[in-house]
């Protein structure tokens, strides 16, 4: 048993000087620290190996600050206000405005410049209520750990965490600070993050050299690592931006995969900048050509790029997702990155291991039982000793024994000596214990076929016997039996020494096989209904378990799963890369899997075509939650596990999830709706302008008009994020596709266009309007059909049977109003505007109205040709029949 410990506790004591004290921590921490020994160590950093007091701690938490790389806060509300006006678009309207003061057009300028602030005070109370909001539903997921204060082990936050503390580590914790190992037992630490070496490194007291890289530092564990096995004590040195992982932070950084609907929005923000680029250049010249003014020709070509760019987009995005997040936090559901938003409503296969998700998660203990089969207090007592004497990893099955009330009180006759943690290889556990005849007693328990491969005997109840191939295949029929019922069943075994100073993994041999341990984990009530939930909505789910392949069967069957289509990991090891990507399509259940399997799971899932769910909380399902679409981790999880997660849940429960998977489904939903709206009458409207310009002897709109038309045009989009969304929006995944958006631009632009011509002739060949008037009637029609085209392209289905939201309904309305209403009002001047008669008016409508028909025409025939065209996303994934539970393509 590898046990290493440096120095003698003592008492913390206060610091006489604590000031002068810690003015010598950075400089501490800038010395090869980990070439020190550990009393020269203790006393510069005026602790001691039993921690700090707390009110030392306080101070120097006051004088240090926080642990953490960068403050938390996502600025101040005079920053994220400034920051509206980096916006490329705002620049434009600013150059505008100095054009106008320059060339003595005061008046304009204070219109442009009025429009614009009104545009950066609406971007900004989106986006800073966003972040606030954000910043809120982090506090739920802060990080914790164990450290000693006062002389004594308690939970603090781990921004608290300051130099001189002493923490305590354990298999699955993230480590939070830079420092030096006190005592350790098996300790293994991962630091690939730093050093990029696959394998964990042994860790243990002592010293290293001055000169020894951070891979050689065998005594210091870093920031950002990751404990794998064993426990250990540590002495802080540094922390926060004083660590080894804040000084190569930036090149560290994990870079997160673009996300489908990024890559979609990024792609559609090049498509319009193309479109904005051509027009405007082509009208600018074009008005030159024409003899036009070359100010006015200037300011009509800039607004018009304003008109055609959806310049709220990334507010309104920011405003969804938060509201999303918080829809989601209040269902349990918290999200670490709101990209994951709409990947979790595209995730068409959910990856989970069984325990606490398809199970009640509180296993108990059902039985113990020897080697025959009979219940044996005996080995009861054994397991008892095992799982409450062993200071490793946490688990339910320990604390299922350790709950456990055998009919007779143990006898308190028993010393612990060692233990020999668990690790994943092993698969097995052992404590060792001294009895009243100070006989050593090695007790192992652990996976039944992990636990034969380390005996020679059975303990029998007339004593040992040689374990035989009988004798094992015994044993195996009893565990298939009790697995096939439903059970977890673990083996336990012994070996007696004499005298024996430390244990190691290498006196796990010539064991007796003593007895079985069956644990009882029920299926959650109402969990076949969340599956058929998950099937309706097209999200197939796939078992990834430990467990061996009776246990998982049973369950399966219990649940409403295939349970046919089985792959151990044995079989997965035999296979290639490309035979495990054909292979995965054809099994629901992934049984007896090695940790590291998991990542190539998911790995051939997604080659296949899927969005995968990965749902895990152990020390080992890190790399599988990174290399899914969507990692979801529970609150009670390992820390690298919820680090590595894109989505917490608050409990662990498939039901939770659902409701998560509606809501990002509706997030998506509502951002699309903006971009229909931008794609369809604005970009109409924009192209029909500039094509106007080039025919009329004047401008169709002036470029304060357009601007005025652009910023009442986005006040109804504001509302988008908490509009209504149909329940057809959410029984499948939404996927971006940038085809069916040009698609759908290029129907509803010429539909536009196609009005706003009718609309010219309307006010040239009726009307024989004045420029004035022609702008002021255009204005206000434009104006009404943009309004109008929200609420007929927000829904897929007819615009009367389906309801949007109180606010979004009462913001169209009231503009609308207000476009009539504006040619009338006393300021109608300042705009260029002139009253317009009761006939116009009549005939503005009635154009409205019709364009209103045509749309509902128009969009039903587009979705419906969208749903089976040929650039719609091709199958993927497996859809649960609900009847029958077996996976079929359909197009998503």
């Given amino acids: 048993m590898a046990i290493s410990r440096i120095g003698k506790p003592e008492r913390p004591t206060a610091i006489p000087n604590e000031e002068q004290a810690i003015s010598r921590l950075p400089w501490l921490a800038e010395r090869a620290y980990w070439s020190l020994g550990t009393d020269q160590l203790v006393a510069e950093l005026e602790t001691s190996t039993s921690g700090l007091l707390s009110v030392d701690a306080a101070i120097r938490l006051a004088k240090f600050g926080p642990n953490a790389l960068a403050p938390r806060s996502g600025g101040s509300a005079l920053a994220v206000f400034a920051r509206q006006f980096r916006s490329p678009l705002v620049l434009i309207l600013v150059f505008a405005a100095a054009v106008s003061t320059f060339v003595g057009e005061g008046h304009e300028a204070a219109i442009i410049g009025a429009i614009v602030l009104a545009s950066c005070v609406l971007s900004f109370t989106q986006e800073y209520g966003a972040s606030r909001a954000m910043e809120a539903l982090q506090q739920h997921i802060s990080r914790k750990a164990s450290v000693l204060r006062d002389s004594s082990e308690r939970t603090v936050d781990v921004e608290n965490i300051v130099p001189g503390d002493v923490v305590c580590l354990s298999a699955g914790n993230l480590i939070p600070v830079d420092g030096v190992i ?63 992982f804040a000084t190569i932070a930036e090149a560290l950084e994990r870079r997160i995969p673009e996300t489908e609907f990024a890559r979609g929005i990024r792609k559609f923000g090049y498509l319009m900048t193309e479109i904005m680029l051509v027009i405007v250049i082509l009208v600018f010249f074009a008005n030159l050509m024409l003899h036009r003014p070359l100010i006015e020709s200037l300011l009509f070509s800039l607004a018009l790029a304003v008109g055609l760019t959806p310049e709220l987009l990334p507010a309104i995005i920011s405003v969804t997702l938060a509201r999303g997040a918080r829809m989601m936090a209040a269902s349990g559901v918290i ?66 024994i350790a709950n456990a009330q ?52 059975i303990q029998g109840t007339d004593g040992l016997k040689s374990l035989d191939a009988a004798e094992r295949q015994a044993i195996d029929e009893k565990f298939r039996r009790w697995s096939a019922q439903g059970y977890r069943v673990l083996g336990l075994a012994i070996r007696r020494f004499q005298s024996k100073a430390g244990f190691s993994r290498d006196d796990e041999t010539e064991m007796a096989f003593a007895g079985f341990l069956l644990f009882l984990d029920p299926p959650k009530e109402g969990v076949r209904e969340t599956l058929s939930a998950f099937a309706s909505r097209g999200i197939g789910v796939k078992v990834i378990s430990g467990d061996n392949r009776y246990v998982a069967a049973h369950l399966a069957e219990a649940v409403g799963l295939r349970s046919d289509r089985i792959m151990t990991g044995e079989d997965l090891s035999k296979l290639t890369k490309n ?104 970009f109409g409207n924009m192209i029909s302008m500039a094509a106007a310009s080039l025919y009329l002897p004047f401008l169709p709109l002036l470029a304060k008009q357009i601007l005025l038309n652009n910023f009442l045009s986005d006040i109804p989009a504001l509302a988008i994020a908490g509009d209504n969304v149909d329940a057809d929006q959410v029984r499948r995944p939404r996927h971006w596709d940038i085809h069916f958006v040009r698609r759908f631009m290029v129907s509803f632009g010429l539909l536009s266009s196609l009005f706003d011509f009718a609309t010219f002739a309307f006010l040239l060949l009726v009307v024989h309007a004045t420029a004035a008037t022609f702008q002021t009637a255009w204005f206000v029609e434009s104006l009404l059909t943009e309004l109008a085209i929200v609420l007929v392209v927000r829904t897929h289905k007819r615009l009367w049977r389906s309801h949007p939201s109180h606010l979004l309904a009462g913001l169209a309305l009231g503009v609308g109003v207000i476009a009539i209403a504006i040619p009338f009002a006393p300021f109608a001047g300042w705009f260029g505007f002139v009253p317009l008669a009761g006939p116009v008016l009549a005939g503005l409508l009635a154009i409205t109205v019709l364009y209103v028909l045509v749309s509902e025409v128009t969009k039903g025939r587009l979705f419906a040709h969208g749903g089976r065209g040929k650039h719609r996303r091709k199958a993927i994934g497996p859809y649960l029949d609900r009847a029958t539970n077996r996976p079929t393509r359909i197009a998503g």
């Fill in 335 to 400: 999200v670490r990155r709101l990209d994951a938003i709409e990947n979790l409503g595209s995730m068409d296969l959910l990856c989970t291991d069984k325990t606490g998700t398809l199970t009640e998660g509180v296993i108990h203990l059902d039985g113990s039982f020897d080697v025959e089969g009979n219940a044996s207090e005996v080995v009861l007592l054994w397991a008892r000793l095992n799982a409450t004497l062993q200071t490793g990893l946490k688990n339910p099955l320990d604390e299922a």
């Fill in 406 to 457: 055998p009919e007779q009180e143990e006898r308190p006759s028993f010393t612990k000596i060692d233990e020999i943690p668990y690790d994943f290889v092993r698969k097995r556990l052992s404590v060792a214990v001294r009895d009243v005849a100070h006989q050593q007693i090695l007790i192992t328990k652990g996976a039944v076929q992990n636990v034969l491969e380390a005996c020679s005997f």
């Fill in 579 to 682: 035979g495990l990507l054909a292979g995965v399509r054809n099994t629901d259940l992934f049984v007896e899997i090695d940790p590291n399997q998991k990542e190539r799971i998911v790995e051939a899932l997604r080659r296949s075509g899927h969005v995968v769910g990965y749902l895990g909380d152990g020390i080992n399902d890190a790399p599988a939650l990174h290399e899914a679409d969507i990692g979801i981790s529970v609150d009670t999880a390992v820390d690298v596990a919820r680090e590595a997660a894109d989505i917490i849940l608050l409990k662990r429960d498939l039901g939770v999830l659902v409701q998560g998977v509606d809501d990002g489904r509706k997030t998506f939903a509502n951002t699309m709706k903006y971009i229909s709206i931008t794609t369809s009458a604005n």
């Fill in 182 to 244: 006190l005592e350790s037992r098996d300790f293994n630490v991962s630091e690939s993050v730093l050093t990029g070496e696959t394998f964990p490194v042994v860790k243990s007291a002592g010293r290293s050299a001055p000169e020894a890289s951070i891979a050689q530092r065998t005594n210091a564990v870093f920031t950002g690592t990751s404990v794998r096995s064993g426990t250990a004590k540590v002495l802080v040195v540094a922390t926060g931006a004083r660590t080894e």
